[in-house]
């Protein structure tokens, strides 16, 4: 083992950087650790040179690092760089690695072992790395499972285009994370200094127009024909070439409950609400637009509807069971394939597109009489409470106890008013509450909404990376009280305020993790719970004020527990955040 000092000039980590630069990542979100000491050194040289590299941010959890990076390419949709430490640091970020795959967000993720373990040649890796650091089989095997590909850069001349590489695997349909171990004597072997090429887009995709015209026709002579989508909004232009699509045909849209983005305006007549429960036996044309899961039980089938899948790859391959009863297959892009169907919306049947225009104007209607319903009905019911303080659960250390609590469909529908005009967006890392965010606050432009995929904690740094993408638009977190404890929450409050990432969190607090209470008293109706009132694992009453932990931040903070003081304190929140604070509301809610 011999030591050297550092060398001056380029080595692996300067590489790294460049190859990432490269690949057009805009930014390396850091939860740090020893290997990255060659890349830091490249960043801090280019820095100092004035040479370009991508923007590095610095965080303090591999939750925080991986969520903003899902957040920030949720908007950007092009691959960014996540640097993590090891074995131990993929490991910790392995949840939210598994959220980007789900949500389809291409990043390269980085992380290192040691190949030398000290009895190399070139410089000392730290005695860390063989004792604790490294994992049988290389970190590359533990991420394998969730990503969409993950392998080891074995060799400084293969360094740059594997980064490349794994950029392009990345980007591509469907997109998603990919994985490279670095290996740390890899990051800091001498290196030549050759820029790489820059990354291109991947190319565009279209289905023949032997296989769309068929479609074309099947949609003309249906007479009860529905569109169903999970994720076309995540395609870049499909919330738009959707629209169109479905206007073109005049064909209603249903977002069922596993819709995790913005598809299509809920406002629109055409938007035809959750439920497509109706659709399986009375549609004769089924339209499955980027639907991974739209049947549940999945064999459940639809009685007499023809099924077109419009997928530019139909078969997830991280989905374990899958069933789709496709009739016909489109694997172009979607965007495309539906701007070419949209294009063949002529000739059509009066007669047939008039009966379900008002067959869907109803629909509509009835929708929005039960949205507003609800509103009157939640106003009311809290008015009550309030006044009879009627709802004991409020009283706990969480609250003031003053109030009755707040009925959740009124924060939703609140927030909609507070955000109408202003181009916002929401995250949601609700549960039992995601159906009333959804459905009350009636987003309507593309990229308004994401649900977070994946396992619960990764709220706040998913927002944060949105709001990095965002730039002056609005970014809401609504949260459950359950998930908000997941969340990495001193580390998000770090880098919202190092990075002047405001955003208002809004908190669905019920004191208690509702929904897998309701799982235990649906498996168990009449079980020992029961009887006794002694449920476990679910209960929350006993956590201080959640807003609280945002006060050494100095960040905007509310306790809300009556319907009266919602609007003026969500009003003060959203004031913060325009000034450029971090506001978080903590509203008790009544269920
Ligand atoms: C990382 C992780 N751990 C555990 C769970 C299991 N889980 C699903 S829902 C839930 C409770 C969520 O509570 P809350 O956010 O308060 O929502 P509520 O059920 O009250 O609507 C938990 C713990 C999970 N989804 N992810
Ligand atoms: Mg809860």
């Known amino acids: 083992m011999t030591h050297s000092d550092n060398r001056p000039g380029a080595d692996g980590g300067d590489a790294f950087v460049a190859a990432f630069r490269a690949a057009g990542a805009d930014y390396l979100f850091c939860s740090s650790g020893s290997e990255w000491a060659p890349v830091w050194e490249s960043l801090a040289r280019r820095h100092r040179d004035g040479d370009p590299a991508p923007t590095y941010l610095d965080l303090t959890h591999e939750t925080v690092a991986v969520g903003m990076a899902t957040g920030y390419g949720l908007l950007a949709r092009r691959p960014q760089g996540v640097l993590l430490h090891a074995a131990p640091g993929l490991l910790q970020g392995s949840m939210a690695v598994h959220g980007a795959l789900l949500a389809g967000v291409p990043m390269v993720v980085a992380s290192s072992e040691s190949t030398t373990y000290g009895d190399g040649d070139g410089q000392d890796p730290g005695g860390q790395w063989y004792r604790n650091l490294s994992i049988v089989g290389g970190p590359h095997h533990v991420a394998q499972p969730f990503t969409k590909w993950a392998n080891e850069a074995a060799g400084i001349h293969t360094l740059p285009t594997m980064i490349t590489r794994a950029a392009e695997l990345a980007w591509r349909a469907p997109a998603g994370p990919a994985y490279l171990n670095v290996p740390l004597e890899i990051l800091l072997e001498e290196w030549d200094g050759r820029e790489a090429k820059p990354v291109v887009p991947p190319g565009a995709t279209h289905s023949s127009p032997e296989e769309v015209d068929p479609v074309a026709r099947m949609i003309r002579e249906a007479e009860n024909p529905v569109i169903v989508t999970e994720t076309a909004g995540r395609e870049a232009g499909g919330f738009e070439a959707l629209l169109a699509f479905a206007e073109a045909w005049q064909i209603p849209v249903v977002e069922p409950d596993s819709a995790v983005c913005a598809n299509f305006p809920r406002t629109h007549p055409l938007h035809a609400g959750s439920d497509i429960g109706p659709w399986m036996d009375e549609a004769d044309l089924i339209l499955l637009v980027n639907c991974r899961a739209p049947f549940y039980p999945p064999s459940r089938k639809p009685s007499k509807a023809k099924i077109v899948v419009i997928d530019q790859v139909p078969q997830r391959p991280h989905i374990v069971y899958q069933v789709l009863f496709a009739d016909v297959y489109l694997e172009g892009n979607v965007a495309n394939t539906l701007r070419q169907l949209a294009k063949r919306a002529k000739d059509l049947d009066e ?25 009157a009905k939640a106003a009311a019911a809290t008015k009550t409470a309030a006044g009879s303080g009627a709802v004991a659960e409020t009283k706990t250390t969480a609250g003031s106890g003053a109030g009755g609590g707040v009925d959740p469909v009124l924060v939703a529908a609140t927030l909609r008013e507070l955000l109408a005009g202003r181009d916002g967006i929401v995250v949601d890392e609700t549960i039992t509450h995601s159906r ?59 880098a919202a305020r190092s990075y002047d990432l405001p955003v208002l969190i809004v908190i669905f607090n019920n004191r208690v993790y509702k929904s897998m209470n309701l799982n235990h008293r649906r498996f168990y109706p009449e079980g020992a719970a029961a009887e006794t009132g002694e449920w476990l694992g679910t209960d929350l009453h006993r956590l201080p004020r959640l807003a609280a932990f945002a006060e050494p931040f100095g960040m905007h903070t509310e306790t809300v527990d009556t319907a009266d003081a919602l609007t003026p304190a969500l009003e003060r929140a959203l004031k913060a955040v325009a000034q450029g604070t971090t506001a978080v509301v903590d509203v008790l809610v009544t269920r």
């Open 351 to 375: 007669a047939a597109v008039s009966s379900r225009r008002a067959a869907q104007a109803e629909r509509h209607t009835a929708e929005g009489e039960a949205i507003a319903a609800a509103e």
């Open 436 to 494: 009333v965010v959804k459905r009350h606050l009636r987003t309507d432009a593309p990229d308004s909404y994401f649900y977070v995929q994946g396992g619960l904690g990764q709220g706040i740094a998913v927002a944060l990376g949105v709001k990095l993408a965002a730039g002056e638009r609005p970014v809401v977190l609504t949260v459950g009280d359950g998930a908000f404890t997941y969340n990495p929450v001193i580390q998000s409050y770090d």
